[in-house]
């Protein structure tokens, strides 16, 4: 058999990961095994094994699709710009695409509300710490911080975003038809940057 062209790989991989999420999506990540998966994506259990060492690495590639994106804008929100209006912006972009995207509705969906194992469990740790870390960042930037509400630490402001946003992504996932989310949205994010800078300051416009 010829050897698969790096972009043959590349689809192959893939093709892999859309059918965990699927299976994920459908049956739970514990009750699924990498037999199911194969046979979803069309592939032997060989072809998994060449691209990830084992249940827990596939699972963690899944979720990586949706997160490092994430977990990239604010990065470069701390490297770059670091106004109230790119946070704004980002936290606007990361509720609308849960309620737009097919792809992050079933990989949020999986990692809070399928997650039997420790792997889902360890995933959701990892994910939240790294992101009350970045905020915690950004928050304690100067020019930032000094906006925070009097008695509000970067520490505090950055755990009550990261709440506030969990708090929304588990509720709506559990009942997406109770609220249109998409919509609401920028309502939504606007009600926590007010409630964590100085009255007068515009989370819409700041420079």
């Given amino acids: 058999m010829a050897r698969k062209t790096k972009a043959e790989a590349e689809a192959t991989r893939e093709a892999i ?9 459908e049956k739970g990540v514990a009750r699924t095994s990498l037999e199911q998966v194969a046979c979803t994506a069309g592939v032997t259990r060989g ?11 596939l699972f963690e590639a899944m979720l990586g699709r949706v997160s490092n994106p994430m977990t990239a804008r604010l990065e470069d929100l701390l490297e770059n ?3 109230i209006t790119a946070l704004r912006a980002i936290c606007i972009d990361s509720l609308r695409q849960l309620a737009t995207s097919e792809h992050n509705f079933r990989v949020f969906s999986i990692l809070f509300l399928r997650t039997e194992s420790d792997t889902g469990l360890a995933a ?11 905020l915690k960042q950004y928050f304690s930037t100067p020019g930032v911080q000094d906006l925070l509400l009097e008695g509000v ?3 505090l402001a950055a755990m009550s975003m990261h709440t506030y946003f969990t708090g929304i992504y588990f ?11 998409a919509q609401q949205t920028p309502a939504l994010v606007d009600v926590i940057l007010r409630g964590l800078f100085r009255p007068g300051v515009s989370v819409v416009d700041h420079p």
């Fill in 47 to 57: 072809a998994i094994y060449w691209h990830f060492r084992n249940k827990q690495d």
């Fill in 17 to 25: 990961l859309d059918a965990a999420e699927q299976v994920f999506f």
């Fill in 124 to 134: 959701q740790d990892r994910l939240a710490g790294r992101s009350v870390e970045l």
């Fill in 81 to 83: 710009r670091r106004d």
């Fill in 153 to 155: 630490s970067p520490e």
């Fill in 171 to 181: 509720d709506w996932l559990k009942a997406p038809s109770q609220w249109d989310l």
